[in-house]
C-alpha cells in the first residue's frame, strides 16, 4: 500500500480502533446482559453460558484463517465483508426470538469478529512504517482495545438497565454501519495474494484451536470429564496434524519459520500471557465484587476504570519507552507487573478488600496491559514481510483467547476446589474466601512459569542469518 498522509494515516487509525473497540466490546458488553435473557428466554445455566462460549469458540478458531483470507480476498474487502456480516450478526441477535437463535447469532459474531481483528492489525502495520511512528499507533491501538472489556460491562449494563438486553445488540449494528461507511479512508489492496489457500492447513488448525478454546471454557460444566479429556486429546492431534501440513505446504497458512525467531516466539508467548491474566482476573474479580462484597453490576464494573486509565496511559507511555529502550525490556516490565498484581490480588482480605488488594492490584495488572500489548504488537511486525503479516496478526489475536481458555480453567478449577463448593452456595463464608485467594495464587504461579519462558527466549537471541536479522532489531 502507498504511503498515505499523516492526517489520512490518523483518520484511518480512529476507523481502525473503532472496529477493534467493537469487537472487543462486543466480547464483554452482553456479561451483564446475562441474567435477563435468562429471565426471558428461561434457559438453564448450562445453555446461558453458549451465549458467551459460542462468540469465543468462533473468535478463536477462525482467527488464523480470517487473517489468510485478507491476503488471498485484500484485506479492505476482507475488513468490509467482516464488518457487513458484523452489523447482521448483531442485528439476528437482538431480533433472536428464542435462545437457540440468539446463540447462532452469536457464534456469526465471533465469525466476523476473526475477519476484523487480523485485517485491523496489518492495516496499522501498513499504514506506520516501523519505528517510532508504528510503535505510536500500537500504542494507541493497544490501549482502545484493552479499555474495550470493561467498556463493554459498563455500556451493557447501563443499556441492559435502560432499555432492556436487546438493546446491548442493537448498539453495535449502529457501530458496524458507521466503520462500513467510513471504510474507504483506507487504502485499497491493488492486488490479492494469489497463492492457492491453504485449506488442509486451515481446515485442521480452525478445528483444532476450536476443541481446545471449547475443551478449556467448558472444563467446568461438562458432567463427564471424559468429553473433556476427549475434547482436549482430539485438540493435540489436530494441531500436531496441522504443524506436519505447514512443513510440507509450498504456502502454508502459518510459516513455521516465523516461530524459529526467539524474539517473535517471546512476543508470542506475551500475548498469550495477557490473555491468560487480564480475562480471567476480571471474570474472577467480577464475581467476587458481585457475590462476596455485594455491590451491583454496574458498581462493580466502574470499580475497573482505574485500570482501563492506566492501561491507556502505560500503553502510550510503552511505544515511546520502545522506541527509546527496544521491546525486550518494556515487555519484561509487563510481565513483572503481571505477577505484582497476581500476588496483591491473592491477598484478598474480608473487609477494604477494595482499596487494599483489588485497586492496587488491577492498577499493576493494567500496567502490564499496557506494556505487553504494545511490546508483543511492536515485535511481531518488526522486520516482517508483507505475505507474513497475515500470520502474525493471526497469531497475535488468537494467542491471548488460547492463553484465556487455559487460564481461566485452571482459576475456576482452584477456587472450587480450595472453596470446597462455597463459592456460590455461601460467596461471604471464610471458605469462599479461601477459593478466591487460591485463584489469585494460581495465577501468580502460571504468570510465573510463562513469564520465565519469555525471559528465556528474550535473554540471548538465536543465531540467525544475515536475511533474518531484522526480525530480531529493536530486541536487544
Known amino acids: 500500500m502507498r504511503a498515505r498522509s499523516k492526517n489520512t494515516a490518523n483518520m484511518a487509525l480512529l476507523l481502525l480502533c473503532a472496529a477493534q473497540l467493537t469487537v472487543l466490546l462486543d466480547a464483554s458488553i452482553v456479561q451483564i446482559a446475562l441474567p435477563s435473557i435468562q429471565q426471558e428466554f428461561g434457559v438453564a445455566s448450562g445453555r446461558l453460558q453458549w451465549i458467551t462460549t459460542a462468540y469465543t469458540l468462533c473468535f478463536g478458531g477462525f482467527l488464523l484463517i480470517g487473517s489468510r483470507l485478507g491476503d488471498r480476498f485484500g484485506r479492505r474487502r476482507t475488513l468490509a465483508a467482516g464488518v457487513w456480516l458484523f452489523a447482521f450478526a448483531s442485528a439476528a441477535a437482538g431480533f433472536a426470538p428464542a435462545s437457540g437463535v440468539l446463540i447462532a447469532a452469536r457464534a456469526l459474531q465471533g465469525l466476523s469478529a476473526a475477519l476484523i481483528a487480523p485485517m485491523v492489525f496489518v492495516f496499522v502495520a501498513a499504514l506506520f512504517p516501523e519505528g517510532p511512528s508504528r510503535n505510536r499507533a500500537m500504542g494507541i491501538l493497544s490501549s482502545v482495545s484493552a479499555a474495550g472489556f470493561v467498556t463493554g460491562l459498563i455500556l451493557g449494563g447501563t443499556l441492559t438497565e435502560w432499555f432492556g438486553w436487546r438493546a446491548v445488540f442493537f448498539v453495535t449494528v449502529l457501530a458496524g454501519v458507521f466503520i462500513a461507511a467510513a471504510l474507504p479512508i483506507l487504502p485499497a489492496d491493488k492486488t490479492g495474494d494469489r497463492r492457492p489457500l491453504d485449506l488442509a492447513g486451515a481446515m485442521t488448525a480452525t478445528l483444532g484451536i476450536g476443541c481446545l478454546v471449547l475443551a478449556l471454557t467448558e472444563t467446568g460444566t461438562l458432567r463427564d470429564a471424559f468429553w473433556s479429556g476427549l475434547l482436549l486429546a482430539l485438540s493435540v492431534l489436530l494441531l500436531a496434524l496441522f504443524v506436519r501440513i505447514e512443513r510440507s505446504a509450498p504456502h502454508p497458512l502459518l510459516p513455521l519459520n516465523l516461530l524459529a525467531g526467539r524474539p517473535f516466539a517471546g512476543a508470542g508467548a506475551a500475548a498469550f500471557l495477557f490473555g491468560s491474566v487480564i480475562g480471567p482476573s476480571i471474570f474472577m474479580l467480577t464475581l467476587y465484587m458481585q457475590q462476596a462484597m455485594g455491590l451491583a ?168 542469518s544475515r536475511e533474518q536479522t531484522a526480525d530480531s532489531r529493536g530486541m536487544e
Open 297 to 464: 453490576p454496574l458498581r462493580a464494573a466502574a470499580a475497573f476504570l482505574p485500570q482501563e486509565l492506566t492501561v491507556m496511559v502505560a500503553a502510550n507511555l510503552a511505544g515511546r519507552c520502545i522506541s527509546r529502550f527496544g521491546t525486550k525490556p518494556v515487555l519484561l516490565a509487563g510481565v513483572t507487573a503481571f505477577a505484582l498484581g497476581s500476588w496483591r490480588l491473592s491477598q484478598l482480605a474480608a473487609h477494604e478488600a477494595y482499596l487494599a488488594c483489588i485497586l492496587p492490584g488491577t492498577v499493576l495488572i493494567g500496567v502490564g496491559v499496557g506494556c505487553v500489548m504494545v511490546g508483543s504488537s511492536v515485535a511481531m511486525t518488526n522486520g516482517l514481510a508483507r505475505e507474513d503479516q497475515g500470520a502474525a496478526a493471526g497469531l497475535w489475536n488468537v494467542a491471548p483467547q488460547i492463553g484465556a481458555s487455559v487460564s481461566l480453567a485452571m482459576l475456576v478449577s482452584a477456587a472450587d476446589w480450595f472453596s470446597q463448593g462455597q463459592l456460590l452456595h455461601a460467596p461471604q463464608s471464610p471458605a469462599a474466601l479461601a477459593g478466591y485467594r487460591a485463584a489469585f495464587v494460581t495465577l501468580l504461579i502460571y504468570t510465573a512459569i510463562i513469564g520465565s519462558g519469555i525471559w528465556l527466549l528474550l535473554r540471548r537471541p538465536a543465531p540467525v
